[in-house]
C-alpha cells in the first residue's frame, strides 16, 4: 500500500518543523526560518501593492501613491516608478523585483536572527532575554543596512527598535 500525502498535510508538517534536513539544528533553524519568512514577506508585499492600486484607482489619481514617511515630508512619487510602464510587462517586473526584495530582506532578517538566537542559547548555555536582545540588535542593524539610504542614525535605530522588539517578545512568551 502506498502512501499518499495531500497538500494539507505537507504544510502541516511544514508548520511543525523538520521540514529541512541540511544536517545541523542550527543550518536547519536557518533555513526553515528564512524560508517561512520569505514567504510571508513576499505576502505581505504583494498585499500591501494591492491596497495602494486599489486606492489609486478609487481616487482616480494615475500619478502614484507614496505612503507617508515617518518624520518626512511625503514626496508626491511612486514607490514603485516601473509600477505603472509603458506595458503590463513591465508592470510586473517592478512587482516581482519588489517583492523579490522585501521577500528577501524577510526570509534574512529571520534566519539571522533565529541563527544568532540558537548560537548564543549553545555558546552561553541559556536562552534568555539577553540574548534575544543581542540578536535583535544585531539583526536590527543588518536591516537598517539593506534599506535604500542607509544613514548612521537610522542603522542605530533599526538595532535598538530590533532589541526592543526582540526583548519584548521573550519576555511576555509565556503570558498569553
Not at 508585499?45 to 511625503?74: L, M, N, Q
Amino acid at each position: 500500500m502506498s502512501s499518499t500525502r495531500s497538500l494539507l498535510d505537507e504544510l502541516g508538517s511544514f508548520e511543525k518543523g523538520g521540514f529541512f534536513d541540511l544536517g545541523h539544528p542550527l543550518l536547519n533553524r536557518i533555513a526553515e526560518s528564512f524560508v517561512k519568512a520569505a514567504g510571508i514577506g513576499a505576502i505581505q508585499a504583494v498585499s500591501r501593492e494591492a491596497y495602494f492600486v486599489a486606492v489609486e484607482s478609487a481616487s482616480g489619481d494615475t500619478g502614484g501613491i507614496a505612503p507617508p514617511k515617518v518624520g518626512g515630508a511625503k514626496k508626491n512619487r511612486s514607490r514603485l516608478p516601473g509600477l505603472r510602464g509603458e506595458t503590463n510587462r513591465n508592470s510586473v517586473e517592478a512587482l516581482v523585483m519588489s517583492t523579490g526584495k522585501e521577500s528577501l530582506q524577510w526570509g534574512i532578517a529571520a534566519g539571522m536572527y533565529s541563527g544568532l538566537t540558537y548560537g548564543l542559547k549553545e555558546a552561553r548555555g541559556v536562552h534568555d532575554w539577553k540574548n534575544s536582545a543581542l540578536a535583535g540588535a544585531i539583526t536590527g542593524a543588518a536591516l537598517g543596512l539593506t534599506s535604500e539610504d542607509h544613514s548612521h542614525e537610522q542603522v542605530v535605530q533599526c538595532a535598538i527598535t530590533g532589541a526592543a522588539i526582540s526583548t519584548a517578545a521573550n519576555l511576555l512568551t509565556g503570558i498569553f
